[in-house]
């Protein structure tokens, strides 16, 4: 993992700034005068070793082959994996930020990425790709810097935070909120907190036919200790190891914020309709926290689009899943 430090104030846009930012970045292969640049953003709990999280789809012998490619995935702004976030020290007070880190938004961690890709000195991203939250930032950026930006790909997202999204993001709030360490300043507080509002994510994520074919019991003289249940707390448990409450409060909040048209007109379609470059878009058949509705809307919008529609039954959850699906797709767009 490298490191970019960015010792200037940070405006956001609600009006605030950070008194300086740190980003921290993976890159993988050589950055050269004729490199074709494939830049990932990623989704909501996930950091910038993409070639670990994303296997199938990323990494030697897959279609997004460091060998082929200069790839850069950074952690976006507020996480809690190396770029400035909530358990960052403030310099102004020498302290972690904790409950006093600014409300941020998509286009904050867009306007950081582009504060690395100018310092790495990228002057063009041959393919720009995001699923879910990092959709909403690859679109984000297609809008602000269109002219640098040669194709998209983006899988199981949409244009706006719909109103179901939100509702779900408050939701995991109230959960954090009503867990009675959250108002500490400690890396711990809203830990159980954080563990509830994962369950109710993974609600979401997944669906009911999932659930149902992966985690019914065979015993059906049960009276405790069911297997769904089991699977919910191990879920949950494995989230508060690796994450942290003040970063999920923080990031469910930024979703809330992603909206193309605020400050553009509002037109939403037409902000779209802008977005001229080859575009592939994948959609999860069984995705019910953001259905295909939403990649059909964008498809219809795009000068230049093309809408793969992916069988199968794990859900939101399909487009990190499905490695081996979304490869083939990608591969035969980009025509490798």
Not at 255 to 281: P, S
Request: charged share 15%; glycine share 8%; hydrophobic share 40%.
């Amino acid at each position: 993992m490298k490191y970019f430090h960015y010792h200037q104030p940070f405006p956001l846009e609600n009006g605030a700034s950070l008194p300086e930012l740190t980003i921290a970045y993976h890159t993988y292969g050589t950055l050269r005068a004729d490199s074709k640049v494939v830049w990932i953003c990623h989704a909501l709990t996930a950091n910038s070793d993409v070639a670990d999280w994303w296997k199938g789809v990323v990494g030697q012998d897959y279609v997004v082959n460091p060998d082929q490619y200069f790839i850069v995935c950074a952690n976006i702004l507020g996480s809690c994996y190396g770029t400035t976030g909530p358990l960052s020290n403030n310099p102004t007070t020498g302290q972690p930020y904790y409950h006093q880190f600014p409300l941020i938004t998509i286009r904050d961690m867009v306007q950081a990425h582009i504060l690395l890709r100018r310092h790495l000195g990228i002057e063009r991203i041959y393919l720009l790709m995001g699923g879910s939250m990092g959709g909403y930032q690859a679109m984000e950026w297609c809008i602000q810097e269109n002219s640098l930006i040669d194709r998209l790909f983006l899988l199981a997202t949409s244009p706006t935070e719909s109103a179901w999204g939100i509702a779900i993001h408050a939701t995991q709030r109230l959960a954090i909120e009503a867990d009675s360490t959250w108002q500490e300043n400690a890396p711990y507080a809203g830990s159980k907190g954080l563990k509830a509002a994962r369950a109710v994510g993974m609600l979401t994520y997944r669906n009911y036919g999932i659930m149902v074919q992966k985690q019914t019991d065979p015993d059906g003289e049960k009276l405790d200790a069911y297997r769904a249940a089991s699977y919910i707390n191990y879920q949950g448990d494995k989230l508060v190891k690796r994450f942290n409450a003040f970063s999920y409060w923080t990031l469910t909040k930024a979703m809330d914020t992603h909206n193309l048209g605020r400050g553009r007109g509002g037109h939403v379609d037409a902000l779209l309709q802008t977005i001229r470059q080859q575009t592939l878009i994948i959609g999860i058949s069984s995705d019910i926290l953001c259905p295909l509705i939403e990649q059909r809307h964008i498809q219809a919008q795009l000068p230049n689009a093309t809408l793969v529609e992916i069988d199968s039954a794990y859900g939101h959850d399909g487009f990190m899943v499905e490695g081996e699906k979304i490869s083939q797709c990608l591969q035969n767009w980009l025509g490798n």
